[in-house]
């Protein structure tokens, strides 16, 4: 398997919901990644996992929970977000080592905060 | 932090002419720059990487070059074809272990006309 997999596919939810994104990858990977993406921009690097422990976190708000249960699982869990948080979500997973560092992209989670 | 400026924005060629796109970084530790492409709709993929030990690299009608030197590196395609139309990054890291930080530049929309 290597493909990054990421459910929902898309996700509308209100500002008081509390959902989660889900992440899976079976390559092995051992480091694994959240990204957020607003429309015609880059990818902006939201948490790092790394052998199951969180090794990056770029000052995101406490709205944004990650959670790695595992070493082929990553989940972002979501509450009292805002509208502007919507975004596409996209979760990548790469080998942890020197040299092999290719990161896989997911097809990423739509979410529409009301 | 890591910078990395791309250009040009957005790029319209004709079939089978070239493209390039390039792009600068800030930070003289970074030592691994990959390109994204990415479709409408669809999640980035990798189309080449380079390492700083390297300084050019080349995968069929794709390639890169890299100066250490004057921190830039750019993004070749020849015989450009209707199917290279996407949205294309640059990005840059420092492999240190931990994860792989990526950087990216803003993106460079590339439009090939029959």
């Known amino acids: 398997d290597t493909e990054v997999t990421q459910t929902p596919k898309h996700l509308v939810m209100g500002m008081t919901n509390k959902k989660s994104l889900k992440c899976e990858q079976h390559m092995g990977h051992r480091a694994m990644y959240w990204y957020k993406q607003k429309a015609k921009k880059p990818p902006e690097l939201m948490f790092v996992?790394?052998?199951?422990?969180?090794?990056i976190n770029e000052s995101v708000p406490s709205r944004f929970s990650p959670e790695c249960p595992n070493s082929s699982l990553l989940n972002l869990h979501l509450h009292a977000l805002q509208p502007e948080d919507s975004a596409l979500y996209l979760c990548?997973?790469?080998?942890?080592?020197?040299?092999?560092?290719?990161?896989?992209f997911g097809p990423g989670t739509r979410l529409t905060v009301l | 932090g890591e910078n990395v400026e791309q250009h040009p924005s957005t790029l319209s060629v004709q079939e089978g002419d070239s493209a390039v796109i390039k792009c600068t970084y800030s930070?003289?530790?970074?030592?691994?720059f990959p390109w994204y492409k990415q479709e409408l709709g669809k999640r980035p993929q990798l189309i080449i990487d380079i390492r700083s030990n390297v300084g050019e690299k080349k995968d069929q009608r794709i390639a890169v070059t890299l100066n250490k030197t004057a921190k830039h590196f750019s993004l070749h395609i020849t015989e450009t074809q209707p199917e290279d139309s996407a949205v294309y990054f640059c990005a840059a890291s420092e492999l240190t272990g931990g994860g792989n930080k990526l950087t990216f530049g803003t993106g460079t929309q590339l439009k090939v006309e029959l």
């Open positions: 930070d003289s530790a970074s030592n691994y």
């Open positions: 990548a997973s790469s080998q942890e080592k020197q040299g092999g560092n290719e990161q896989f």
């Open positions: 996992y790394s052998y199951e422990k969180l090794s």
